[in-house]
């Protein structure tokens, strides 16, 4: 059962242009969304968060957008930079009220590359 | 840098060994999660603690164990190592649920 989807394996664009990440879930209980940037046998950057109660979230060069009802985030990058390229995951959490635990799902993250 | 160490950073041991892999949370994070990835896989959840207490359990195998001691690193137990344990182990700190989560730079752990 993946509740969090990247369909995009990959996505190149140019140098300059506006990247666009995409990302699904299904389970409603997420309640706080997170992109990672994550280079070969490295640990995840951070990069950007979203609460639910919000549909945007800016800094610097990326935004974040929540579309709560088509269960739908994307991370845009404008603009793109070769540095930028790495394989990008978004994730999702929600509480687990019984314990105040939480974790977060990633998706199966999506490869971009930025060409000079 | 993150601020979330990890030590070692690769460990080669043989089948049906027990290894502990370390982790440091960022200072001030009270809440440190497991995470493994095996080749060609995502990154899977393995367990939560916070501030000692373990809050969120993956589907973690019964041969691995974890514990976060009082000043706040975790241990990762795997034991009867089998060769389909080999992967990266990321651990990442936050200081709440529900905020940020960093991650350590990882240790792979290759079984032979």
């Known amino acids: 059962d993946q509740q969090v989807k990247q369909n995009s394996p990959s996505l190149s664009v140019q140098e300059g242009r506006i990247s666009i990440l995409n990302c699904d879930y299904t389970n409603s209980m997420f309640d706080y969304f997170l992109w990672y940037k994550k280079y070969p046998a490295e640990g995840p950057t951070f990069l950007i968060s979203i609460s639910s109660i919000k549909d945007k979230n800016e800094d610097g060069r990326f935004t974040v957008f929540l579309n709560k009802s088509a269960k739908h985030l994307s991370l845009h990058i404008v603009p793109s930079q070769p540095g930028d390229s790495a394989v990008y995951f978004c994730a999702a959490s929600a509480r687990e009220w019984e314990t105040s635990g939480s974790r977060l799902t990633f998706g199966e993250g999506t490869q971009l590359t930025v060409n000079p | 840098d993150s601020g979330v160490t990890q030590t070692p950073k690769h460990l080669i041991t043989a089948t049906g060994q027990r290894v502990t892999l370390r982790c440091s949370p960022r200072?001030?994070?009270?809440?440190v999660y497991w995470y493994q990835q095996s080749l060609d896989q995502g990154l899977q959840f393995l367990i939560q603690?916070?501030?000692?207490?373990?809050?969120a359990k993956g589907n973690i195998l019964e041969r691995f164990s974890a514990q976060q001691f009082p000043d706040l690193h975790s241990e990762l137990n795997l034991s009867s190592l089998e060769l389909g344990d080999s992967a990266l182990y990321f651990c990442a700190s936050s200081v709440e649920t529900l905020t940020e989560a960093f991650f350590g730079q990882g240790t792979r752990l290759t079984v032979v």
């Open positions: 603690y916070y501030n000692g207490e373990e809050r």
């Open positions: 200072s001030g994070d009270l809440s």
